[in-house]
């Protein structure tokens, strides 16, 4: 059997939080840039995600050379210590210009907004050595069905897609999609219909998604199945491992936390379709519990890496020939059991 991948893994400096809920305050002081990258090299991950304005904070004040020069000291920073950035995206939820969307609102200067800063995001990512872009489209949905229009908002967005695509003709993109929240509705929900844009625009081999694990529960969906799905196109050039526990607000739990069968065969397909072989990180977007003190602040990523490595090997050790055999008698039952034996362990 051919080798199968060693992972590469990720995370971003907002996983690394300080515990403010919509009904309280932080509970963990703010932690420097520089302790998040030297916590990220300690723990043994080898990459950084970034917003645009992580890798250059107060994006909006700044003129192009200073967003230039920054990105460039970063780069050498991550260069230092022996890390890349995995991807950038832009942060288009933030900011006053988007109160009612971003490439979707319908104030046009608004639109204009977006799609510029956009275009200052592909350029730091070019500066960062990184040609993944993630839109994590927040505040492009309704709060209120009539406000706005799917198709032309559809429109929009692939035109915001097609000047990124433009802008540098080595960048790819990837629709990370969430069904809610911030909004009551996301044009682009799911994977399917992330996967769905793709042909519309100017590049679509150019054009993939990014599953994170607690958008697809939110979304009724099993999380391996649309890993796999996008996996069968070709188009899964990052995941943002997590976990979920139902209908709820997006919690970002540790990997495996709530269910670790389902943690398991996300991990399972993951392996069967190599992923990471094409240089794919495994990103954690998890953050700590409420209650978490300073001195835990990165257990939790700590524990989902250990966590994802644990179940590599109960996926590589599972008896792949007896599951067959249950299957072709159609006894599901024993299957069934199999795999919570598995997980039990001895
Ligand atoms: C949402 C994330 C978000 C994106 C990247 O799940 O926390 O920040 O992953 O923009
Ligand atoms: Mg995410």
Not at 15 to 30: L, M
Not at 253 to 278: C, D, H, I, T, W
Request: some cysteine.
């Amino acid at each position: 059997m051919a080798t199968k991948p060693d992972y590469r893994f990720s995370f971003g400096p907002w996983n690394i939080s300080e515990g403010a809920d919509p009904y309280g305050p932080p509970t963990r002081p703010p932690q420097p840039f520089d302790w998040k990258l030297g916590k990220l090299k300690e723990l043994g991950f080898d990459a950084m995600m970034f917003h645009d304005d992580d890798a250059v904070p107060d994006i909006d004040a700044k003129s192009p050379e200073q967003v230039r020069k920054e990105a460039k000291e970063l780069r050498k920073k991550l260069d230092d210590a022996g890390l890349i950035a995995e991807i950038v995206a832009p942060r288009l939820w933030f900011s006053p210009m988007t109160i009612d969307g971003a490439y979707t609102s319908n104030d046009p200067k608004a639109r204009r907004y977006a799609i510029d800063r956009s275009l200052q995001c592909v350029d730091i990512a070019r500066i960062l050595k990184c040609d993944l872009i993630v839109l994590w489209l927040a505040r492009e949905g309704t709060y209120l069905r009539e406000s706005k229009n799917c198709r032309r908002s559809l429109e929009y967005m692939v035109k915001a897609i097609d000047q990124m695509l433009d802008h540098d003709p080595k960048i790819r993109i990837a629709v990370e999609p969430k069904p809610n929240e911030p909004m009551d509705h996301a044009y682009l929900p799911t994977i399917g219909h992330a996967l769905a844009v793709a042909p519309l625009t100017r590049d679509p081999k150019r054009v993939g998604c990014l599953v994170e694990t607690a958008h697809a529960i939110l979304a009724g969906l099993d999380p391996a199945d649309e890993m796999e799905f996008a996996m069968a196109m070709g188009k899964l050039w990052s995941v943002h491992l997590n976990d979920q526990n139902g209908l709820k607000f997006d919690q970002d739990k540790p990997f495996g936390s709530n269910n670790l069968r389902q943690a398991f065969n996300q991990v399972r397909v993951l392996e069967r379709n190599r992923y990471g072989s094409r240089g794919e990180c495994v990103a954690f977007d998890v953050h700590s519990f409420r209650s978490t003190k300073i001195e835990h602040a990165v257990d939790h990523l700590a524990n989902s890496r250990s966590t994802f490595l644990r179940l590599v090997h109960k996926v590589r050790s599972f008896d792949e020939a007896a599951a067959q055999k249950l299957i072709a008698d159609r006894n599901y039952q024993a299957l069934d059991q199999m795999v919570i034996e598995h997980l039990l362990g001895k």
